[in-house]
């Protein structure tokens, strides 16, 4: 293949030899794909000011037939998002959106929702709400790949989740909430406390919730995934809990 030039954002690096630099991409054409930036970490390189993570390129890249790895001829910043410098909050939400994609596709196939999603995401962003932020995110992206969260409606007969104070069930197999009568019969999940139960249920709706709860909430959206994926749960959110905790 050619070169290809397309949009993408930085979701992982690593650094690899001297100076190069391995990069996982959500990118708008491809979905996500794995580059080499050779020599970018070289002081006089012009790759290296490009390549920031969590931000908006227009790449350049050699896709070489029979090889795993592209390589990266060019890049040029396209937008940035000066808050997640600035904000522990915002940047905690920001790594662990990014690091859901990272996990949650394998393979070059184009994801474009998923894509302008994460892009969305991050230009919404705000400090005092990034958790919230981060659980429509999440609610959103589950239901991209394919499998769906309802926090509002039963998963199993579709009648309305009440509000009430007890423990609900997230069925894993049905993806969404199980009221009570239909959580009696689940067969795969986790007990739901009211908390996080009612922080589905807000999302769904529209309305607004709180640091803690977003967050626990993110966390058993993963767990369902992880699940549904059969890969380990992600790392990100445990920034996210500890900062809840102290807020």
């Not at 794909?33 to 890249?61: I, Y």
């Not at 890049?75 to 997640?84: I, K, M, Q, R, S």
């Not at 662990?96 to 196939?109: H, K, Q």
């Amino acid at each position: 293949m050619p070169l290809v030039k397309t949009l993408g954002v930085v979701v992982r690096k690593r650094d690899i030899g001297e100076a190069d630099r391995l990069l996982t991409l959500l990118t708008l054409r491809y979905g996500k794909m794995k580059a080499v930036a050779k020599g970018c970490r070289r002081p006089k390189s012009r790759l290296g000011g490009n390549l920031e993570p969590l931000a908006v390129a227009e790449f350049m890249l050699w896709v070489r037939e029979g090889k795993e790895l592209a390589l990266v001829r060019g890049a040029e910043l396209v937008e940035t998002f000066p808050l997640l410098e600035s904000d522990l909050r915002a940047f905690a939400s920001a790594q662990c959106a990014a690091e859901l994609m990272d996990r949650s596709l394998v393979g070059e196939e184009a994801h474009p929702r998923l894509y302008h999603l994460l892009v969305d995401f991050l230009r919404s962003l705000e400090g005092s709400r990034a958790a919230d932020g981060l659980l429509r995110f999440s609610l959103r992206a589950v239901e991209l790949l394919g499998y769906g969260c309802r926090g509002d409606k039963c998963a199993s007969c579709a009648g309305a989740i009440p509000e009430e104070p007890g423990p609900l069930w997230m069925e894993y197999t049905r993806g969404g909430v199980l009221c009570g009568k239909c959580a009696a019969r689940a067969s795969g999940g986790e007990k739901l406390s009211a908390r996080v139960a009612g922080a589905l249920r807000a999302a769904a709706g529209g309305r607004r919730v709180g640091e803690g709860p977003a967050t626990e909430a993110v966390r058993a959206l993963d767990r369902m995934l992880s699940w549904h994926q059969d890969r380990k749960v992600l790392v990100s959110p445990r920034l996210l809990t500890a900062l809840a905790a102290v807020s």
